[in-house]
């Protein structure tokens, strides 16, 4: 942990060894430690928590792919223009579609991609969900429904449009920096 | 579980006996489950998950207290017209302050209360957050640390107010209905 | 008068006795002299004309019952964060409809309530006048009318709303100051 | 009264001889009957409520002089686009004040217009208030007291800013079609 | 060139021969010379640049009237607030339409005017180009060509639409001064 | 020319000599026609203007570097969320600092970048200029000559953040798709 990685003074002397042992399986899967986790790392509840979540919505079973879960982050991101989730996850919407201009559609503006219904829809939703939450009324799950979404599909595209909406305001908070490893990942 | 508490069908069937255990000393401890945790409870690890993160952020240690964390909660949900949110910490504001317009104040303008330098910015800071993260820069958190914050009060201000733009997207999307007992507590 | 009611120093030093006899009649009727005509008293012309407006607009005779007219100014006084404004016609809504939570979402997010298609409509025209005058166009009327609403009843829906959008706006500039006792009325 | 004046079908078989004797001397006055009279002339109450309002308003005694309340109607008017009011009182500032460059100024963007400080005052409060009414504290009333302006004068700009912030919304709710003649006014 | 046109100190000491032959021409068809080419007029280049896209644009083969062309300037100024465009192009309107209402119309509010529904559809589009670029999709196109336009319609549309996004934004930065000419005509 | 560059159907059978010889200069400078030249392509006066005034501006004589101008367009474009622009200039950003996270930065959020009073200032007073042109006032211009900037630099700034407001809006009104190549430029 040599550079800064947020704006504020927090890091711990050491990592736990419970912690230590969870980033080296991070560099074992990604390559990197994400920077978003050495930021969490000054207390390990708050990091706990943090992980619990986020491999729960973006790794867990659900009726949404993995990379219709990451372009909603893209997507929410983009619209709250956050450095560290764009970049990160900009990185996993090019890795998962194997589609380098998917992923910076995401990023520059969603409705710029050529995506089906089902797709279109959800992000839609995501999109004022993220913008105007207090707008959103029974229409707007009618049309998620229309568009083949269950209610538990609902659920969790409002969960992670939700997340990342909190997410990138801890970012911005605190002036998260990416890895830099994202930015050539997958071009 | 009698009425609906979410525009989504997701209730489980019922609830296991680990889940029914924790709404158990919810009822003793607050007098109600609240509905938030009955509309997670149809998936356990998400419950979870949830209640980990809500109750160290929350009900765990941090330099402010947890009167201002629920300030912080209530500032944030009036931008968003979080009915849920509003409604649920806004009692709690009330409860906690044992001043009932102090509640209604964050509810509908929190600045038509007066509050210390210490708060303003605080909540000043937790507006900008939510209203426009993608402008907050350096002197915002130079205001804060000026305001006498630390650093690790800065990320529990922006833990606290983020959460909030996750959670009142959440129940906006799903169209939560608060415990109708929050309506009447600490008048 | 013995608390500010505004962050001008306007009060004159006596009231006339006309002004005390209506502030008599005030309190025989509500049970208080709701400070914004404390606040008008300043100058005898200016409160009559105000309370003229108010009068004929609120309890006067119209196609709109008297809590739909205190539905609008709620909903209204929502967008603007009105705190004077908020608490004196929450109060109204919870005491005309005898139902507190109804109060509660008018103040919090009118989309919350269950309501019947006619008192949506009212609403939804409500807000884009208060949002977007400059975008109501003839579809907007034309909507009102297919909600069962005369020609008369849209002048009034449509004076309320932007009566309102006044009231806010005078309270924010003077910082007015609710009566105390509203926010016990009618829980 | 040939033309229509508003989308509402509204106006009376007959004006009573008071409201014909009034807008007589408008006649006589004003060269014409404001629409904004023939619009709410289907109820006397009505029509007096808003002349009284008017009147005091717009000619009686202030700190203010009538060409300054007058530009505070039409900045206020420019940011709610309402063709209305531009129209009538956009006309009242050329003429009030010889200057025709200063009402086109005042109906486009006041910020163009070589204004003292005390008018650049009054309208960024007035411009505030109308944009951002919530976001209006005790450092803007503060500003205007720098400016030279009396607590009377804070309440005459803040009556006039949200008076017309009202009536450009019933203007824009009907679609008030300004009288002919004040287009070619003072030009 | 006695009066300052911008807020810049940018004048050439003397016009070249090319330049004072263009600005003869626009004085015997105009009348004027219009300031936007003087505060160009220190870089020949960029004015020529600025009139051959603006002499195409506007006076050029099209499927739009120049009439149209015109409104489409006016109704982006008018968002914008942009006193030279809507003082100059304004003028054109009054004297392309012999309508002074149009031209006060597109100045204030677009919406007020008795339009086509092409001509509509057109303005639609333009003030959406303007306001949420982002957000134009496929079925923005589609109303246009629903309404009568082609291909190459829409591309004048955009162009001119976008044109004006342009041309405000560098009046507004530079404080551009409109001939005082512009004000009277065609009243 | 093989796949389909905006949503409008306007290219020519076949494009003149002198466009040929142009895009094979292009194809020899930067290794491809931009897309956006093909889409002006329909009409050769169009496309001569507009070269001419991009050359001129992005290419030409000025005190800001062509680094500088490149940052002003991609931070303005990333307001107005264009995914043509973003790509191509994006991508310029990247091979003119040598620094792919530059690039990305301007992209997502300028603020995020280690910039200089200077740029900063730059490029604050652009994203002014794209979001609330009718705001710029006198101090602006004024923080632009405190952080070192001439008046010509003024000019150059306001300029350059105009000229991409209007080609943000031109390639978002056709649906303008950037050449593939750009995607994994200097990555």
């Known amino acids: 942990m040599d550079d ?15 912690t230590e042992a969870y980033f080296a399986k991070c560099r074992e899967k990604l390559g990197l430690v994400p920077n978003v986790l050495r930021a969490y790392a000054f207390d390990e509840k708050k990091l706990r928590a943090f992980t619990d979540t986020y491999n729960d919505l973006m790794l867990g079973e659900s ?44 990023v520059m503006n969603f409705r710029a991609a050529d995506l089906s219904d089902r797709q279109r829809a959800m992000l839609e939703f995501s999109v004022k969900l993220t913008e105007a939450p207090a707008k959103v009324v029974e229409e707007d799950r009618a049309a998620l429904r229309k568009a083949g979404f269950t209610d538990r599909d609902i659920w969790d ?14 970012a911005a908070a605190v002036d998260m920096r990416p890895n830099a490893e994202y930015h050539a990942m997958a071009r």
Chains 1, 2, 3, 4, 5, 6 share one sequence.
Not at 4 to 18: F, G, N, V
Not at 158 to 166: K, L, P, R, V
């Open 4 to 18: 800064k990685i947020t704006a504020l003074d927090l890091a711990p002397a050491e990592l736990s060894d419970a």
């Open 157 to 170: 595209i409002a969960s992670t449009a939700a997340f990342f909406n909190m997410s990138n305001r801890v």
């Open 63 to 106: 009726g949404l792919s993995k990379l219709e879960r990451e372009m909603i982050a893209v997507a929410v991101s983009s619209i709250n223009h956050c450095y560290y989730c764009l970049t990160a996850h900009g990185a996993a919407v090019r890795q998962l579609s194997g589609d380098p201009a998917l992923g910076e559609m995401m």
